[in-house]
């Protein structure tokens, strides 16, 4: 069965999913390097329960992607991602570097805004399918419509 929430409910569901890659990936910045970083490798650097955590987070876009009606084929695509993140994240040392650089939820973010520009959302509202996600840190996107700005 396909979700299908009202437009104000996709809007409040889609900006909740730009928030937490903003949180996961991007939340600092590497000195002088301009290389982003957030929770998701600093949390990661906990042997054990680190990385579990860490992918628990990165499920919550998927859910709020699911709440906003994202296609299910969407919503595999982003549970690869995170999937992905989980195996690398795992091995000891090579995985908390690659936390930084894989970035999971942003590639996350970026395919929830390439499914609004084509209107794949069934929220069934023009600004929500035209519109994109607030910027997780990536470069600048067109404007949006009705979704608020986190920076």
């Not at 989980?86 to 000891?92: E, L, S």
């Not at 970026?110 to 069934?122: D, H, I, P, Q, V």
Request: glycine letters at 12%; a positive charge; charged letters at 20%.
């Amino acid at each position: 069965m396909t979700n299908s929430p009202t437009p104000e409910k996709a809007h409040h569901h889609l900006n909740k999913a730009a928030r937490w890659a903003r949180f996961l990936d991007n939340r600092f910045r590497i000195p002088g390097t301009g290389v982003g970083y957030g929770f998701d490798s600093l949390i990661g650097l906990i042997p054990g329960v680190g990385d579990a955590a860490t992918t628990a987070m990165a499920c919550m876009p998927i859910y709020h992607a699911w709440k906003a009606g994202s296609p299910r084929g969407l919503l595999l695509r982003m549970a690869f991602n995170v999937g992905i993140d989980a195996v690398v994240g795992a091995i000891p040392g090579v995985g908390d570097v690659a936390d930084i650089f894989l970035r999971c939820n942003r590639r996350n973010a970026k395919l929830l805004r390439k499914a609004m520009a084509n209107g794949e959302l069934t929220a069934g509202d023009k600004a929500v399918q035209a519109g994109t996600l607030p910027s997780t840190g990536g470069p600048p996107t067109r404007p949006y419509t009705g979704i608020r700005a986190v920076r």
